[in-house]
């Protein structure tokens, strides 16, 4: 993740007043890092990782970086079978940056877990700028297209505002008012 993305993640979380943030991907704590700089200082992470390695390094990050046991809520499993059983509207933002295959169906995981002004993020939405390039793609870029689509469909007659904003390799945010 660059330092930009990071920033805007800190910043986004900041602009939601997040106290629940579920992530989806833990990796080694990048992201939750700055996700947690920017939450209310009672804010909990919610973070889901199929890898409990990846888990066990973030969950010493956040330690390294002086944030407390009960900050964050490590649960290893994979996303789609660990979201159904998230609270419905008991978040306030939620950051997608798993299995970019699954991304669609994240989508609609995520809008049942957002609280009213709450916000979905998509990491990594240009693909390396292959989400607009002509010509055939593999199957990642066509799932990105799809949740485009997606996006753009449930934001025409709704009360959902997007925005793909241009910061390491493309955050795509859903702001559902």
Same mark, same amino acid.
């Given at each position: 993740?660059?330092?930009?993305? &990071?920033?805007?993640?800190?910043?986004?979380?900041?602009?939601?007043?997040?106290?629940?943030?579920?992530?989806? $991907?833990? $990796?080694?704590? *990048?992201?939750?890092?700055?996700?947690?700089?920017?939450?209310?200082?009672? $804010? *909990?992470?919610?973070?889901?990782?199929?890898?409990?390695?990846?888990?066990?390094?973030?969950?010493?990050?956040?330690?390294?970086?002086?944030?407390?046991?009960?900050?964050?809520?490590?649960? #290893? %499993?994979?996303?789609?079978?660990?979201?159904?059983?998230?609270?419905?509207?008991?978040?306030?933002?939620?950051?997608?940056?798993?299995?970019?295959?699954?991304?669609?169906?994240?989508?609609?995981?995520?809008?049942?877990?957002?609280?009213?002004? %709450?916000?979905?993020?998509?990491? %990594?939405?240009?693909?390396? &700028?292959?989400?607009?390039?002509?010509? #055939?793609?593999?199957?990642?870029?066509?799932?990105?297209?799809?949740?485009?689509?997606?996006?753009?469909?449930?934001?025409?007659?709704?009360?959902?505002?997007?925005?793909?904003?241009?910061? $390491?390799? %493309?955050?795509?945010?859903?702001?559902?008012?």
């Amino acid at each position: 993740m660059s330092p930009g993305t &990071g920033a805007a993640l800190r910043l986004l979380a900041a602009s939601v007043d997040a106290k629940a943030v579920a992530e989806i $991907g833990t $990796g080694c704590g *990048v992201s939750g890092l700055h996700l947690l700089r920017g939450m209310r200082p009672d $804010g *909990v992470l919610t973070t889901v990782d199929p890898e409990p390695e990846h888990q066990q390094f973030a969950r010493q990050a956040f330690r390294a970086c002086g944030f407390a046991s009960n900050r964050a809520r490590f649960i #290893p %499993g994979h996303a789609l079978d660990v979201l159904p059983r998230l609270a419905d509207a008991g978040y306030d933002l939620v950051f997608c940056d798993g299995d970019r295959l699954e991304y669609p169906a994240y989508f609609a995981e995520s809008l049942r877990l957002l609280r009213p002004g %709450g916000l979905v993020v998509f990491e %990594g939405v240009f693909a390396g &700028g292959r989400t607009v390039d002509s010509g #055939p793609q593999p199957t990642e870029v066509l799932r990105l297209r799809e949740l485009l689509r997606a996006v753009r469909e449930s934001t025409e007659d709704s009360e959902m505002v997007a925005s793909l904003l241009p910061v $390491g390799d %493309g955050l795509l945010c859903v702001a559902n008012r």
